[in-house]
């Protein structure tokens, strides 16, 4: 449903039609630049059937009909051409020129997807949040319980199904959402090293066993938990930047794609405690790989670049992050997909205190580098689901295979 609403610009006075599309939240935010005086003035979009009342910052919203000049068509939930001042221009109503770009299937797609997640969010998500909890807290009484709400079929049977289904849940919720394939590989990349019949299988298996009773890990879970929390918990912020992950072409081939709205400093919190968490989680990550690659976890494969090699999992922890990764080398699709997932030009960026969103460019501006489109920021943004799953996932894999074997061996399913 589109609203039609007049505004007076603060700046400049002149009278503008807003186009409103009223999105999937009952709070909309939203922001709209004035093509005359290029004034930003941000609102918010309050839907509560049958009534719909608009707050703006600033400037007026002035009641009845009125022919303007400007036209200015916002849903803030998509990309859309900024350049597109009318509705007749190719981008001027954001739905149609999605469906210009994917096609109107790949559009209601797309667009079934959003719906899945929000709905998941809605019903399940406070569910899913206590067994977490239930979880780091290993309070398997509570946890077998709540676990029957989300897997009818799954019995508890065996210890290790408890990590299992856990991680299974955070993937059934979230892939609605995911827009690339590479949490998947990532996955399929770390299980590949992690065999049975593996040249120091029975060495990996002790250090799992280690591992399992390591505070590390269980703090490292935690955090990775806590990071899945906040970034569900903006998920309303961050779903355009999957609809702009999901566009074929790269974002700058569409022209000055815009989103209407400014979830920045939340955002930027979210970027930053990723990035560390994930990077936080590499000295145990590399251990394993070392163990099951070399029969030893501080049989480190040493790059030729780093300065001061470490020799024990204290001395890794103060690596720069950008030398912690260069240790994946042993693992293709990782080293790529850290990369993508984790960009440290971004997270430096954006780590300067004087870096903005400036609504008037869409950009984060505010040092003297390139200004990054926000737009960019926010697919970026998106991408941070792949890192935790897939962390997480890594972690699971020696707790599953501590208790499997604390078991005496049982696999059974
Ligand atoms: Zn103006």
């Given at each position: ?278 990077h936080k989680a590499l000295p145990v990550l590399v251990e394993m790989v070392n163990m099951a690659k070399r029969g030893a976890p501080d049989l480190y494969l040493h790059p030729s670049d780093i300065r001061r090699p470490p020799r024990t999992r204290s001395q890794f922890h103060k690596l720069t992050s ?81 208790d499997m074997t604390a078991d005496g061996g049982k696999v059974e399913t």
């Amino acid at each position: 449903m589109v609203s039609r609403v007049t505004v007076r610009c603060p700046g400049c006075d002149q009278l503008i039609t807003l186009r409103l599309s009223v999105g999937a939240s009952e709070v909309q935010p939203f922001y709209y630049v004035c093509g005359k005086c290029n004034a930003a003035t941000r609102g918010r979009l309050i839907a509560k059937p049958p009534d719909l009342k608009l707050e703006l910052e600033a400037g007026e919203q002035i009641e009845g009909f009125h022919e303007t000049e400007q036209i200015v068509t916002i849903d803030a939930n998509l990309p859309a051409r900024f350049d597109a001042r009318n509705m007749w221009d190719p981008g001027g109503s954001p739905f149609i020129f999605l469906s210009m770009i994917l096609g109107p299937k790949g559009a209601d797609a797309l667009n079934g997807r959003k719906t899945q997640f929000r709905h998941l969010v809605k019903g399940n998500w406070v569910d899913l949040k206590r067994l977490l909890r239930y979880y780091i807290d290993r309070n398997w009484t509570m946890f077998d319980k709540g676990l029957g709400k989300f897997l009818q079929e799954t019995n508890v049977s065996r210890p290790w199904h408890r990590h299992d289904a856990i991680h299974k849940l955070l993937d059934i919720f979230t892939a609605p959402i995911w827009a690339q394939d590479i949490y998947p590989r990532m996955k399929a990349e770390w299980n590949s090293i992690f065999v049975p019949k593996g040249t120091y299988a029975e060495r990996v298996i002790s250090l799992s066993q280690d591992l399992s009773n390591d505070p590390e890990i269980i703090e490292l879970q935690e955090h990775l938990f806590d990071c899945f929390t906040t970034y569900v918990e903006e998920h309303d912020a961050i779903l355009p930047g999957f609809v702009a992950e999901s566009l074929p072409e790269p974002l700058d081939q569409y022209g000055d794609l815009r989103v209407l709205r400014d979830d920045f400093p939340a955002l930027r919190d979210v970027y930053i405690q990723v990035f560390e968490t994930c990077h936080k989680a590499l000295p145990v990550l590399v251990e394993m790989v070392n163990m099951a690659k070399r029969g030893a976890p501080d049989l480190y494969l040493h790059p030729s670049d780093i300065r001061r090699p470490p020799r024990t999992r204290s001395q890794f922890h103060k690596l720069t992050s950008n030398d912690k990764t260069k240790y994946l080398v042993e693992l293709q699709v990782w080293s790529e997909g850290w990369a993508f997932c984790l960009d440290r030009h971004l997270r430096n960026r954006i780590g300067h205190r004087q870096v903005r969103h400036d609504l008037s460019t869409g950009t984060l501006s505010g040092t003297s580098d390139d200004p990054i489109p926000y737009t960019v920021f926010l697919a970026e943004t998106h991408r941070l689901l792949y890192p935790i799953l897939t962390v997480l996932n890594a972690i699971k894999i020696p707790l599953v295979c501590a208790d499997m074997t604390a078991d005496g061996g049982k696999v059974e399913t």
